[in-house]
């Protein structure tokens, strides 16, 4: 049974920072693509960041690209977002997802966590 399990979520001021982890489990093959997805309070989920299954290729949306890193650590089954110099408007929920095929859209996302909520207030 595949399950994805977010955290590293938090409250912080513009400007902050917040590290966002999501662990994989039970995927076969392992390590598959996984993508981070966003959902504000009354608006569609978005993706945020992709990252290939090696590690070896990722992709941003304009508004984070810059800001936001995804990395992942394959020994650890856990797929990492660094967020820095947030802004109101990257307050959301977050969720993890395993991509397949590997491309930044919600409908290729086959498996998502429960979310880690992130708030960032001027």
């Known amino acids: 049974q595949v399950h994805l399990e977010e955290s590293g979520g938090g409250s912080v001021q513009t400007g902050g920072s917040l590290k966002l982890s999501c662990i994989i489990s039970g995927y076969t093959p392992s390590n598959p693509c996984v993508g981070w997805f966003r959902q504000a309070l009354g608006k569609e989920r978005e993706g945020v960041a992709r990252?290939?299954?090696?590690?070896?290729?990722?992709s941003y949306v304009n508004p984070v690209r810059g800001r936001f890193t995804v990395s992942r650590d394959n020994s650890k089954n856990t797929v990492y977002l660094q967020m820095n110099s947030l802004k109101p408007d990257d307050t959301a929920m977050y969720y993890c997802a395993v991509l397949q095929p590997c491309s930044l859209q919600v409908k290729n996302a086959n498996y998502w966590g429960q979310g880690t909520q992130v708030t960032a207030s001027s």
């Open positions: 990252i290939t299954s090696r590690g070896d290729a990722t």
